[in-house]
């Protein structure tokens, strides 16, 4: 079951290992994410930061919706990390159970919307097919922050162009 969806451009970092982890009652962290999948350094770094008693997993997108469509994986209480809202939007079109999006930052060479925030139009755009569906997207860098629903600043942003 997926208890938590968390995007954020450094995947496992401090305020994910910390707070969310814990929060949330994961004992499973999946990384999906093609690039890290395929970079075993990245991969060995990020399994340094996450606790002995948490499973870390490292999928490709494909391989994520694979994994969290497996009813064998059902009784995992699932952490999804991405990085950016290509690959939420493809996981949310073939896995149930996404209900809401936290972002922690995306910090990029794209136009700034809000501190730790930078997105392009294809961002903002992809955002949106996500929250069609139903599922909630929004700033949340920790647990102990309040959850900042993005759908009226994207829309503000795209009803400009």
Known sequence: MIVAMHMDDRLVHGQVVM?????????????????VFNDKIRRSTMKLAV?????????????????????QNSSYRVMVLTNNPFDAEKICEHVNGVEKITIGGIRKN????????????????????????????????????????LSDTFKSITDKH
């Open 19 to 35: 707070t969310w982890i814990p929060r949330v009652q994961a004992n499973v962290v999946l990384v999906a994410n093609d690039a």
């Open 110 to 149: 794209a136009p700034m919307i809000r501190d730790n925030l930078n997105l392009t139009l294809e961002d903002i755009d992809s955002f949106k097919r996500i929250m069609a569906k139903g599922i909630k997207v929004g700033m949340q860098p920790t647990p102990n922050h309040k959850f900042e629903d």
């Open 51 to 71: 606790p002995t008693s948490t499973k870390i997993g490292f999928r490709t997108i494909d391989g994520a919706i694979e994994f969290l469509n497996n009813p």
